[in-house]
């Protein structure tokens, strides 16, 4: 593997990992983050209402990207 790979396979899992804590802190942040960050109206008004579904959700997400980053740095064999 040529160093242009293993940057871009880094620079991959950098920005899932980002982005799983990016959903980490929507879950945290509320109704008004997930209308932000484009989840719909619904989405905000199921997590103002106190429903799990939206931190469900998003939390699947969450370890969706983190599989990406761990396969990502996998394969630059930083892990």
Excluded: D, T
């Excluded at 980002?18 to 983050?33: D, E, F, M, Q, Y």
């Excluded at 939206?54 to 892990?79: K, M, N, Q, T």
Aim: proline share 1%.
């Amino acid at each position: 593997m040529n160093s242009n790979q293993h940057s871009i396979l880094i620079a991959g899992g950098a920005l899932s990992l980002l982005a799983s804590l990016l959903h980490i802190a929507i879950i945290v942040g509320g109704a008004k983050w997930y209308c932000f960050f484009g989840a719909g109206e619904e989405m905000a008004i199921l997590s103002e209402n106190g429903s799990m579904i939206p931190g469900l959700v998003a939390f699947f997400i969450v370890l969706v990207l983190l599989v990406w980053a761990l396969y990502a740095f996998s394969g630059a064999r930083v892990i």
